[in-house]
């Protein structure tokens, strides 16, 4: 195939002409084309209209003829995944993954897929039961710590915006993952889109899809186990411990337990492991109109349905210089409950495909450093989380209610006690306050400082009755368990696999998920497949 840039669609012009356009392009007949399809799409939004602009990968009858004519045109690069060599080893016992959020699903899929069989280990529940489990919350405010939107299988992304940008360059395997999502339920735009996303209703069916595939491919998910300890013996991981009861044989371990998995981290430092303070910021999430935001990016193409819900990214540096900016921006979408604790409230974003929600909200994150916590030991930062969350839950009544405030008041240094027209969507329910109570104060500071001058590059960002819901405290992990470079394992226990938001080396679901296959590639090599 050959690879054919800057094909461009007007709004109103629909898919279908792709073949005409590609055609007065290349100066061939339509019956030159055996096939093509969109590599990318992305908008031109220059020169006051707005424009899809496509890169196109075309299989043609006479491609070499073409090549010679066009210096500017170029074979399409081969982006398929390939599998590892498999060493020579023999394994005595199957390999372990602990946690099935990408990181620890894709970890799995690969291993089930050169006949290792895994086993993975999910504290947590099935996506179904687990979605029982939160909408309860959400409805009631009865948390349950094994099951909610941190802990169960998906991981905490499967209830999230299921956005799949990411900045790694790791373009082959990134492919392998979207190539997956799509054999396994989700939409084929991904493939292209400039924005790629799934929702939180189409990711439960895609991570139940891939785990039914571990299984089919001879691998064993094992809900309701949570890993209460590790056995290492002369610096090698030799068992695990299941919920306190159950001992496993173990001897190459993948751990892919995601930021909220404080117990899990604990239990590592009791047992020696290395892992070091990591910043991560905090802060909270912030929701405005859909409409606004798509007016303020679209201006009067807002209402265009081939535009979709629009979103936004911004970043600002204070005086100070301290980094403020918006992530997890969800369309359309909802600020939910995400607590995994009793007496906490933490607050994540959520939308589901379709964006098609009446509010749009984003985390508004401050950068919190190591200096910033209250003294040297690896897991300070998660000490500095609890205390936030903990004073977020009094601040709300004790009953997972969330604090908010309006933006207005906010910026007036005075409690809010009133709604404007803009109905925050966070459940199990807010209480109407001031965060200077639940929120450090150079936190609070930074936010001031920062969001007027965001509201000039996102027209209606400072609006007086937006919402300002806390705390978002989960946006990494403040903890990096420490690993070697090109083996991926601890620095000083062998057989264990740090991966992933978890051990502090991924930022989403791609990037966690390709993090997950390096892992189980490192293990392919070293040994057979089982039975083999």
């Not at 909200?361 to 003294?375: G, K, R």
């Amino acid at each position: 195939m050959i690879r054919v840039n800057e094909i461009k669609l007007a709004l109103d012009e629909d898919l279908s002409i792709l073949d005409d356009k590609i055609c007065k392009k290349l100066k061939i007949k339509k019956e030159d084309i055996i096939a093509y399809k969109i590599f990318r799409e992305s908008i031109d939004a220059r020169k006051g209209t707005i424009t899809l602009v496509y890169i196109i990968d075309v299989e043609l009858k006479n491609e070499k003829n073409i090549l010679k004519k066009n210096k500017n045109i170029q074979k399409s690069p081969d982006l398929s995944y390939h599998f590892v060599k498999s060493g020579s080893k023999n394994l005595i016992h199957r390999p372990i993954i602990i946690g099935t959020g990408p990181a620890g699903l894709f970890a799995g899929l690969i291993l089930a897929q050169r006949g290792y069989k895994p086993i993975l280990l999910e504290r947590g529940q099935d996506v179904d039961t687990r979605t029982k489990d939160i909408e309860k919350f959400w409805k009631e405010g009865g948390l349950n710590t094994s099951s909610n939107v941190q802990f169960g299988e998906g991981g905490a992304g499967t209830f999230s915006d299921g956005k799949l940008t990411t900045r790694i360059k790791d373009i082959i395997r990134c492919r392998k993952v979207l190539d997956e999502f799509v054999e396994n339920g989700a939409p084929k735009e991904i493939l292209y889109s400039y924005k790629p996303h799934i929702g939180t209703d189409l990711l439960k069916i895609v991570v139940k899809n891939i785990r039914k595939r571990i299984q089919d491919l001879g691998g064993e998910v094992r809900f309701n186990s949570c890993v209460t300890d590790f056995n290492i013996r002369n610096g090698k991981i030799t068992s695990l411990q299941i919920n306190k009861e159950e001992i496993i044989n173990a001897e190459e371990v993948i751990l892919a337990i995601g930021h909220s998995a404080r117990d899990t981290y604990e239990k590592l430092y009791e047992r020696e492991v290395l892992m070091i303070q990591k910043p991560f910021s905090i802060g909270v999430r912030i929701e405005h109109s859909q409409g606004l935001i798509n007016y303020s990016q679209y201006k009067q193409f807002a209402e265009h349905k081939r535009l979709g819900a629009a979103d936004y990214r911004l970043t600002y540096q204070t005086k100070e210089k301290r980094a403020v900016y918006t992530f997890c921006m969800c369309p359309g979408g909802f600020v939910v409950g995400a607590a995994s604790e009793e007496k906490m409230v933490v607050t994540n974003g959520m939308s589901e495909y379709e964006r098609n929600q009446e509010n749009a909200n984003s985390a508004l994150l401050v950068q919190v450093n190591t200096q910033d916590f209250e003294d040297e030991h690896p897991l300070a930062g998660i000490a500095f989380q609890r205390k936030w969350e903990k004073k977020a839950f009094e601040l709300g009544g004790k009953n997972f209610h969330a604090p908010i405030q309006l933006v207005g008041d906010f910026l007036k240094n005075r409690p809010s006690t009133k709604l404007g027209e803009i109905k925050p969507s966070y459940l199990p329910g807010i209480t109407l306050t001031s965060l200077d109570q639940c929120l450090p104060k150079f936190v609070i500071e930074a936010m001031k400082e920062a969001i007027p001058q965001m509201d000039k590059k996102l027209n209606g960002f400072a609006k007086e009755d937006a919402i300002l819901t806390g705390v978002e405290t989960r946006s990494s992990a403040p903890v990096r368990i420490q690993r070697k470079t090109d083996e991926m394992e601890c620095v000083n226990v062998e057989g264990l696999y740090p991966v992933g938001e978890g051990a502090g080396y991924a930022g989403g679901i791609i990037s966690a998920a390709v993090d997950g296959i390096k892992a189980a590639e490192m293990i392919v090599k070293k040994y057979k497949p089982i039975n083999e």
